[in-house]
């Protein structure tokens, strides 16, 4: 360990897009994640590079780092590679955090790597990292309904009630988070999928 540097464990990123317009936003999961996490933790997170926001801190004695993009959705991959070459970790210590409309509302699934599923996010971050194989924690937020516009419905605000099953699912999130953390991957699939 090289003293006075901040050798992370692992790097969780939330991915979603920045500014008040998008902030409550279904595509913006992953970010409420992060969002929770920096706040349970009492971290602050600092502008690190110009894709980037991130916080250093510690997480039941190990060293992570929480980080949240400052481009839109379909650029994230920039933050993920910024940060993994920051920090020289292999992608495997890149915990990315999203929103998923094919799983339902309130639920969540982590995989240790996987396609992008449609999700333009990941699909950047794939691309970025020239690698599917790092871990990934999907938000569901339900599906449109038949004919309603993908789109329009990831930039939707969630109904009250889907914000409420959405809430309690973040906070499973974390918990999930700190099993892969403190425990392992295998250990938090099992339980929290």
Known sequence: MN????????????????G???????????????????????LKLKRSHKSTLLAEGSWGGIDIVVAKPRTYVNLSGDSA??????????????????????????????????????HNGMRSIINSLNTQDFPRLRIGVGSPD????QIGYVLGKPTMSEKESIVKCVAG????????????????????N
């Not at 008040?20 to 009492?42: C, E, M």
Request: glycine share 8%.
């Open 3 to 18: 003293i006075g540097r901040h050798d992370p464990q692992l790097i969780i990123v939330g991915i979603g897009n920045p």
């Open 20 to 42: 008040p317009k998008y902030q409550q936003t279904r595509h913006n999961a992953g970010i409420w994640v992060v969002d929770f996490i920096v706040d349970s933790l009492k």
């Open 81 to 118: 590679e910024y940060l993994l070459s920051r920090y020289s970790l292999p992608t495997q210590k890149l915990l990315v955090i999203y929103d998923d409309i094919h799983i339902d509302v309130g639920k969540m699934r982590l995989r240790a790597s996987g396609s992008a599923g449609g």
């Open 146 to 149: 038949t004919g309603e516009d």
């Open 173 to 192: 999130a974390v918990d999930c988070v700190e099993a892969l953390l403190t425990e392992n991957i295998d250990v938090a699939m099992d339980r929290f």
